[in-house]
C-alpha cells in the first residue's frame, strides 16, 4: 500500500469513527432525553420547574455541535485542505527567505 492509499485510509477511518460516535451521541442523546422525562413524570424528582426540559434542551445544543463538527467543519476542513494550507504557508516562508537571502546580496555589494 503507497502512501496515498494509507492517507486516504486512514482518513476513511477517522471519518467513519466520527460518524459512529455521532450516531452513538444521537442513540444515547434518544434514550436519555427519554429517561430524563419518565423520571420527572413518573418518579416525581422535581429540582426545580421544568429541570428536564432545559436539560434536554443543553443536551440537543451540544448534539448539533457535534454534528456540526462532523459534517459541516471536518468535511471541508479534511486532509486536502490542510495539505494546501501547509503548501501555501511554505510557500510564503520560502519567498521570505528569498527576498532575506537577496536583501542581504544587496547589503554586501
Do not use: C
Amino acid at each position: 500500500m503507497d502512501k496515498d492509499q494509507h492517507e486516504q485510509y486512514e482518513y476513511a477511518r477517522r471519518r467513519l469513527k466520527q460518524k459512529k460516535r455521532l450516531y452513538y451521541h444521537f442513540v444515547l442523546f434518544l434514550i436519555g432525553s427519554l429517561f430524563l422525562f419518565l423520571a420527572e413524570r413518573f418518579f416525581n424528582m422535581h429540582p426545580f420547574q421544568g429541570w428536564y426540559l432545559w436539560t434536554i434542551t443543553i443536551w440537543f445544543f451540544l448534539f448539533i455541535l457535534h454534528f456540526i463538527k462532523v459534517y459541516i467543519t471536518d468535511r471541508f476542513m479534511n486532509k486536502t485542505w490542510e495539505r494546501e494550507q501547509i503548501n501555501r504557508l511554505v510557500a510564503k516562508q520560502e519567498q521570505r527567505i528569498k527576498q532575506l537571502e537577496q536583501k542581504i546580496e544587496n547589503d554586501l555589494k
